[in-house]
């Protein structure tokens, strides 16, 4: 019999004098009715099993290539004519005279508009528009869909990085990633179901991959992109040959310790543990092997590449495709290499171009080759950072965050592609049409997922919590997903 | 009505009163305090205003705003009412709650556990045995597994007070505080760095921690705990002039303890963040004090609770004077003279130089040396001054404070109707009765300690009384330990949370005499076996489908080790635990390729955090081999080894710890380089003491790690692996470690036993 959730304790408190006046039942009913009827039900002995989603899905996995430090969209795939022409212009009074609700990221501009010295094309048949950093990306340009008019509630890296990876501008909440195992488990149950690839992480630290108050079966495990594909997976190398045997003891002893204190959940499901760990261990090491890769697919995601960041963030890429294939439900990367990533605050220019050259080719080669192996169909590919940055100069050549308009895009797992959703105003400093906060974003990823965003919740501290806040607060991206 | 009894010892006139006060009135929280502090508090209601003129609890007043906004049945919820007592206990017993022996009370928990079972049809399970008893008596009152020898010498004394000296022994232990102080610091989020993108580390917070530890040490009564943390500095007139005073100051830590964004101003997200801040604290003291969910009423009215959206606001306004400090001067007023003499003398040494000084021209040449040497000079003798220890804490900023608005649903950047401190409205809905103890501060803290500390609060003591019965039974009599409302868990027993609660106020909010009472009970003491072998005479099927989550206690709970403890047990059995018992934390090893989970700590090692102390720093091993406790906690970056087994959050309050298992927790155990050295120290411990003999190794290894002897079948399994691992260590080229190691193979196993993991 599963239990509702894990080790007892909403156990207990569902079935002790838990809901026990009839009045408390009349007053919550509207509203836990109408919300959703009950709570996702874990098994605790596998709590990472398969679970149906509440409508049939578009996308069964997902990979958030997140795109740290704030990339400037309109360098890269939104299109400006107008902040091209006015270049070294005084930004036009009409745009600073506006009620920002977020703090003030103008005043650490000057008063002049800047371009990027970028060439612009249109590409596919689609004829979406990219600058010539991303030459890759935009042979995509038919599989893309843009949201344009995105925007943050915050111009700082870690509460905005919090925000697009758990919905709330404060850390400890579950991120993405999380929510969508507990909703629906994972496709393989000898690897983690939720996966982080990263050389340097985001800023907040690993509290953008916690389970906040979800079970830690579901918290992101790191993958590493060279050597042992995981901490721990394999004890330090002279214990190899005695691995098997000494793990059968522990069995062994746990086993008999287990039948005098039957009734006890827990223990069993730590006997079970240990043989999925062990399980484990051999999956991903297989995971790791990307010799096991034609050469033709080692240069396509340039993993020969002389740009040794290239090449890293394409081992990654290459990763998250195997992992992806072996049935892991949520992966994410992290694009950054050094602590600077995309936040070009001196020199916009250097820094675009610098993580265009790490990003772009193996980005691309993702989506060829998940799309050449039928993946793509059921992948959700999601591209963003936490903000995007000011057409307005700080310094002499740098941009600042600018949370109020930026763009973000997906490909794959349903969503509607070679289109533009909304759009910022000229300059590209905020978003106009059709204003997109990120919990949109988040309950568009779910619902392609077949999770219904208020029905997707964990009971904690006396609120239902969710990733996309209080019920009814938020909606789909109108388009994204046809 | 309940008779009104009883637990108010007659000596306590002032219980007594407030006793008659609620059974005939039931009339609340008029913020009066109880005990101590007398110096500040007085025991009559300060306010001045008749009666007549405030308005009533929403019981009696029907003007009352919780009244207006909700319905009756808001008022029905448990946990508003104050503890009363159940008609199955008789005066005469109970007026002894405070035999010291615990005899009276214990009887007392187990007849109001005992009448649940029979009512149920179930009876209680019989007494654990020693070994098992000392197990959990040691890892419950101070976190660590016992020696052999004191599993020994308990196991073999057969004294009819042997069990209650081992209570006293474990609660008199230092090792106590440090245990229970971890299970406050996760009610409190506490943490060593400030959290967000810098991250910086708090270089005076391991204070706030060590008085913690102190406190429950020293069984410093609750009400002053609570008062000392809210209001400590409002307690302390000028330099303390003793320890106590000091770690009033010091307990304003409390204040601190949420995470701050140093970059909001940055961006202009001041105002903003004071808004979390202020949020922060005012959720974190109703989940910490009253178990009730004031996040759940920052937006709108709650959905569930008789709590307003004002409430959250009139909360608030307690701490809207809160200025932060790194410079609360805790050095005591004798010493401080002592310094600022001391560094005057200083001065004066360094008078006549700087005269001399002053007179010469530094960019004249014939000046220069001269003028050189006396800089280099003044500079030596400058470091001889003594500076005064600070504390991180906090200090109102005058006697004024900001005015506190409420916020349309929630949003910061829409005030509206301004509100003053108060309470929990459907107490007591006018302003809080505040009066300054000095000029420079609002009283507004102190007042809300006072009434959160009171024997008056319906919430207080039980809560307390919840968190401590949860440690102990590995699940509380409510299992939500931080939300007593609607949407919380209902106390299995009433009654004895009840009864708890009173005498733990009557006992003088004393935590040691609660453990007392509660771990000398028979209820505590009975085994946690499901299946019952050796008592024969129950149908363990039976009750196993009656009460299979055991409620009702009819037996004890098995408990998984939590991350501390686990860790602390692998140092302690592998006998290289470090001692230190309070100070800097210690910062462990930590993979560097983990730490670029945080970019702000590379910032650091680049040198490029202006002194700022974003990093890791990381100490020598043998100084990392400390209890967790003093671990340094840092909000990007948990610790990974703790963090496998359910670590929490240090964003919000901590009621209780997870205890999932997955299989990333058995390659930690199993694998982890941490793990490996630990089997091998305990390995060549075991051969250091057993000797060559495999037979008396295995004997070693079980008695240090499990408290008892290996039984025939599990010695003959242990010997024939140490057999098997001594050929294949042999094989593989280790000649004259082959035996040591295939021990350490055999320590690993058993450390990574269930019975390793789990308290019977």
């Known amino acids: 019999m599963p239990l509702d959730y894990i080790n007892r304790r909403d156990f207990l408190q569902r079935s002790g004098g838990g809901f026990g006046s009839v009045a408390l039942a009349a007053l919550l009913a509207d509203e836990v009715r109408a919300a959703s009827p009950q709570q996702t039900t874990i098994d605790p002995l596998n709590p990472l099993v398969e679970r149906l989603s509440h409508v049939t899905p578009k996308a069964k996995q997902v990979i958030f290539l997140f795109q740290y430090g704030g990339p400037s969209t309109f360098d890269l795939i939104d299109y400006k004519p107008e902040l091209i022409k006015l270049n070294g212009q005084p930004v036009p009074e009409s745009f600073k005279q506006h009620n920002d609700k977020v703090g003030g990221v103008l005043n650490h501009c000057k008063d002049e508009l800047m371009s990027g010295p970028w060439n612009w094309s249109q590409h596919g048949e689609s004829g979406l528009w990219f600058s010539d950093l991303l030459p890759h990306t935009a042979q995509h340009a038919d599989e893309l869909c843009l949201v344009r008019s995105m925007y943050s509630d915050s111009s700082n890296h870690a509460p905005a990085t919090y925000l697009m990876n758990t919905g709330s501008i404060l850390s400890g909440k579950p991120s993405m990633g999380s929510w969508v195992t507990y909703g629906l488990g994972s496709l393989n149950q000898n690897l983690p179901g939720y996966v982080l690839l990263y050389k340097v992480g985001g800023l907040g ?251 997707l919740f964990f009971e904690t501290n006396g609120r239902q919590e969710r990733l996309t806040g209080v019920a009814q607060s938020w909606k789909t991206i109108p388009g994204v997903l046809g | 009505m309940q008779r009104p009894s009883v637990f108010f010892r007659p000596q306590t006139a002032i219980s007594l009163v407030a006793a008659l006060v609620f059974f005939s009135t039931l009339v609340f929280g008029n913020g009066h305090a109880t005990t101590n502090e007398k110096a500040v508090v007085d025991d009559q209601p300060r306010d001045a205003s008749p009666l007549a003129q405030r308005m009533g609890d929403a019981f009696t007043d029907v003007n009352n705003p919780i009244r207006k906004i909700f319905d009756g049945e808001r008022l029905d919820l448990w946990s508003l009412k104050r503890p009363t007592v159940g008609e199955s206990i008789s005066i005469n017993e109970n007026s002894q709650t405070t035999d010291v022996a615990g005899r009276l009370v214990l009887e007392t928990i187990d007849r109001l556990i005992q009448k649940r079972l029979t009512d149920a049809g179930i009876a209680s399970s019989a007494q654990a045995d020693k070994r098992t008893l000392i197990r959990r008596l040691s890892f419950d009152l101070t976190g660590l597994p016992p020696t052999p020898a004191e599993a020994q010498s308990f196991v073999e004394d057969s004294s009819p007070k042997a069990y209650e000296k081992l209570v006293e022994r474990l609660l008199d232990s230092p090792r106590y505080g440090e245990r229970w102080a971890r299970h406050w610091l996760d009610v409190v989020r506490y943490a060593d760095t400030e959290g967000f993108e810098r991250d910086e580390f708090r270089p005076l917070a391991w204070q706030y921690r060590d008085y913690v530890i102190r406190s429950f040490n020293q069984d410093k009564p609750y009400d002053q705990f609570i008062r000392e943390q809210l209001a400590g500095d409002e307690l302390v007139n000028g330099p303390p002039k003793n320890a106590d005073e000091a770690d009033k100051l010091i307990a304003t830590g409390f204040l601190r303890l949420g995470q701050w964004d140093s970059t909001a101003p940055i961006f202009q997200e001041e105002v903003r963040h004071r808004d979390q801040q202020l949020a922060d604290l005012a959720n974190t003291t109703g989940s910490a004090f009253l178990g009730l969910t004031f996040s759940c009423c920052q937006c709108h009215d709650h959905k569930y609770d008789p709590l307003s959206q004002a409430d959250h606001f009139r909360l608030r306004a307690f701490f809207a004077g809160v200025t932060p400090r790194n410079d609360l001067v805790i050095e005591l007023a004798d010493d401080l003279e002592e310094i600022g003499k001391h560094n005057a003398e200083v001065d004066e040494e360094a008078a006549p130089l700087k005269a001399e000084q002053s007179k010469l021209d530094k960019d004249k040449n014939e000046d220069q040396p001269r003028y050189e040497e006396l800089s280099k000079t003044l500079a030596e003798i400058e470091t001889k001054k003594r500076s005064p220890r600070m504390a991180m804490g906090a200090t109102d900023s005058g006697a004024d404070a900001p005015a506190t608005h409420v916020f349309y649903q929630g949003d910061f950047s829409q005030p509206r109707e301004e509100v003053l401190p108060g309470f929990v409205s459907v107490l007591d809905p006018n302003p809080a009765v505040i009066e300054p103890p000095r000029a420079d501060t609002t009283g507004r803290r102190l007042a809300l300690a006072n009434w959160i500390a009171s024997s008056d609060n319906p919430w207080t003591a039980r809560t307390l009384v919840n968190r401590v019965w949860q440690h102990h039974f590995g699940v509380g009599l409510v299992a939500t330990a931080n939300d007593f409302g609607f949407s919380g868990a209902r106390p299995t027993n009433p009654e004895l949370l009840d009864w708890l609660a009173i005498a733990f106020i009557n006992d003088g909010w004393s935590i040691k005499k609660l453990h007392r009472a509660i771990v000398c009970s028979a209820t505590y003491r009975q085994t946690s076996d499901a299946a019952r072998r050796g008592t024969g005479s129950h149908d363990n099927d039976q009750y196993q489908e009656k009460d299979p989550a055991n409620h009702l206690l009819w037996r004890q709970n098995v408990v998984r080790l939590d991350a501390e403890t686990l860790r602390d047990s692998l140092l302690s059995v592998s006998g290289s635990l470090n001692t230190t018992d309070s100070g800097k934390p210690r910062w462990p090893h930590v993979p560097i390729d983990l730490l670029h989970a945080q970019p702000g700590i590379l910032e650091a090692k680049d040198g490029g955090d202006g002194g700022r102390m974003q990093g890791w720093y990381e100490d020598p091993i043998e100084e990392t081999d400390v209890r967790s406790v003093f671990l340094a906690r840092k909000r990007a970056m948990p610790i990974p080894f703790l963090q496998a087994f359910d670590l929490p959050d240090t964003t919000v309050s901590c009621a209780r710890r997870d205890t999932t298992v997955v299989a990333p927790q058995a390659l930690m155990l199993f694998n982890s380089p941490e793990s490996i050295r630990f089997a091998l120290i305990l390995a060549e411990r075991v051969a250091e003491e057993a000797g060559v003999d495999p037979a008396s190794r295995v004997e070693t290894l079980f008695r240090r790690a499990l408290s008892r002897s290996p039984d025939t079948k599990e010695k003959a399994i242990c010997l024939d692996l140490l057999r098997r691992h001594t050929d294949q260590h042999r094989m593989e080229g280790a000649e004259n470690q082959a035996e040591l190691l295939a021990l350490r193979d055999l320590c690993r196993a058993v450390l990574n036993l269930n019975e390793f993991m789990y308290i019977d």
């Open chain 1, 205 to 455: 630290g690993s509290a953008n991959w916690s389970n906040g108050f979800l079970p830690a079966a579901f918290q992101g495990t790191q993958f590493r992109y060279e050597g042992a594909p995981a901490l721990n997976l394999e004890p330090p190398a002279n214990l190899a040959g005695v691995q098997r045997s000494t793990l059968d003891l522990v069995q062994q002893l746990n086993r008999k310790h287990a039948v005098q204190r039957s009734g006890v959940l827990d223990l069993d499901g730590r006997i079970a543990s240990y043989e999925l760990a062990y399980r484990m261990q051999s999956e991903a090491i297989d995971v790791g092997e990307l010799a096991q890769e034609t050469e033709q697919t080692q240069n396509a995601y340039g993993l020969n590449d002389e740009n040794k960041n290239k090449a890293l963030f394409g081992r990654m890429c290459l990763l998250s495709r195997r992992l992806i294939e072996k049935g892991v439900r949520f992966v994410q990367l992290y694009n950054a290499v050094d602590k600077l990533g995309w936040d070009g605050h001196d020199n916009n220019t250097d820094y675009h171009q610098r993580n265009a050259a790490q990003t772009d080719q193996p980005i691309a080669a993702l989506l060829s080759d998940l799309k050449q192996r039928g993946l793509l169909d059921t992948t959700l590919v999601v591209w963003a950072g936490e903000f995007g940055r000011t057409p307005m100069m700080q310094g002499n050549n740098g941009r600042n965050h600018n949370p109020y308009g930026f763009t973000i895009w997906m490909a794959g797992g349903g969503a509607k592609s070679g289109q533009a959703i909304g759009a910022t105003d000229e300059i590209g400093l905020r978003a106009v049409d059709q204003p997109q906060p990120v919990k949109n974003l988040h309950a568009t990823i779910l619902t392609a997922l077949g999770l219904m965003p208020d029905d």
